[in-house]
Each structure stands twice: as C-alpha cells, then as structure tokens.
C-alpha cells in the first residue's frame, strides 16, 4: 500500500492518491488499523532493493544485543590486553619497548652504572649507551653481555641484540656559521 488503496482494506471509501488514514470517513480503530497497514506497506516498498547492512568484514548478519555465552569483541576486555592490540596494529610496539629500556634504565643495570650512563637510542635492536668518561665506557664494554642478559630476563629476547658504547662528547671549539678547515686546537682531546 504506497499511498492509494481500495475501500475493501480500509472499510471505507478512499480517494486515488490519498493515504487510508486522511480519510474522513473512518474514526478509531479503523483509523489505526488504516495508519499501520500504510506504515506496514511503505516499510516492505523502501525495504526491497537494497542490500542488508552486515557486521563489519565478517559478511554474516549479526544480531543486536548480547553477544551470547561463548567470547566476542564486544566483551569487556583487560586494559591491557586492548593496549597491546592497538599497539600492535598500529606498530608502537619497538618504541614501547624503547620507552621501557629508557624508563627502567637504572632497574636494568643497577643503580652504579645508571649514575653514570644513559641510554641515546634504541633502533633495530642496537641500544646506543652514552659514559660520562672513557673509563665508564670501557667499563660498560666489559659489562656488556650481562647488562645484555639482564635486558633479555626483563623485557624479552631480541628486545635489545646489541649495544653500542658511547664515550663522552668532546668539547666543540666551533663558533658560528664560518669554519676553517684544520686540526684545531692542540691540546689532550685528541
């Protein structure tokens, strides 16, 4: 029923056109049961034609409400566990654990070494670790495989596969945006 019906469906006389339930001459439940069979009929006429809305890339239809007794996305989940998902898909997961060799630096290597060491940068498995003085550098060089091993029991193998030692910057002697090439100051940095 799209807007014109006969005077058999309504129980009454309705013009070519014009919707059951303008008729003038139905009162009451007439009228109600005119209203509902239109809306029943334009909602089937809109229906057809157009595909039916599925659950997001699974093409089954799902129902609304609860998702049942068996596990489901739409569960509630641990804080944690949805972290590391979008970590995951998003591909933080090496600069996490970046954040974590650098945050924890100190718990890692004990507090001594800590004092006098920081780590520059993690890329691909190489840690760069910074001295304070080249006799802290050759000491983190000797330290070297249990300060490696002592990554590895806290945050996973593979997290760090090498490190690399830093001794201290020299000073800079480099003033401005001009430069003459040579050996520059002669004194014990070199």
Request: aromatic share 4%; net charge positive.
């Given at each position: 029923?799209?807007?014109?019906s ?9 013009s ?10 139905l ?5 109600a049961?005119?209203?509902?069979q ?7 006429t ?7 809305k ?8 799902r129902?609304?409400g609860?998702s049942?007794?068996?596990t489901d996305?739409r569960d509630?989940q641990?804080?944690?566990r ?8 998003h591909?933080w997961?090496?600069?996490l654990?970046?954040g ?6 100190a ?15 993690l ?9 304070e003085?080249t006799a802290?550098?050759t000491?983190l060089r ?5 300060i490696?091993a002592?990554i590895?029991?806290a945050?996973g ?5 090498r ?6 910057a020299?000073?800079?002697?480099r003033y ?8 520059g100051?002669?004194d014990?940095y070199g």
């Amino acid at each position: 029923m799209t807007g014109t019906s006969t005077s058999a469906e309504a129980g009454g006389s309705v013009s070519e056109g014009e919707p059951p339930f303008q008729d003038p001459s139905l009162r009451g439940a007439d009228l109600a049961r005119a209203a509902l069979q239109a809306a029943r009929e334009q909602t089937k006429t809109r229906g057809r034609g157009r595909p039916r809305k599925k659950a997001a890339g699974t093409g089954v239809r799902r129902r609304r409400g609860w998702s049942g007794p068996g596990t489901d996305d739409r569960d509630p989940q641990p804080l944690g566990r949805v972290a590391s998902r979008i970590a995951a898909d998003h591909g933080w997961a090496e600069r996490l654990v970046a954040g974590q060799v650098f945050g924890r630096w100190a718990a890692l290597v004990g507090d001594d070494v800590a004092e006098h060491t920081k780590p520059v940068a993690l890329q691909e498995g190489v840690l760069t670790v910074q001295a304070e003085s080249t006799a802290w550098a050759t000491q983190l060089r000797l330290l070297q495989r249990q300060i490696l091993a002592r990554i590895a029991d806290a945050l996973g193998k593979d997290t760090v596969r090498r490190l690399r030692v830093q001794g201290p910057a020299a000073p800079s002697w480099r003033y401005g945006p001009r430069h003459i090439s040579g050996r520059g100051p002669r004194d014990t940095y070199g």
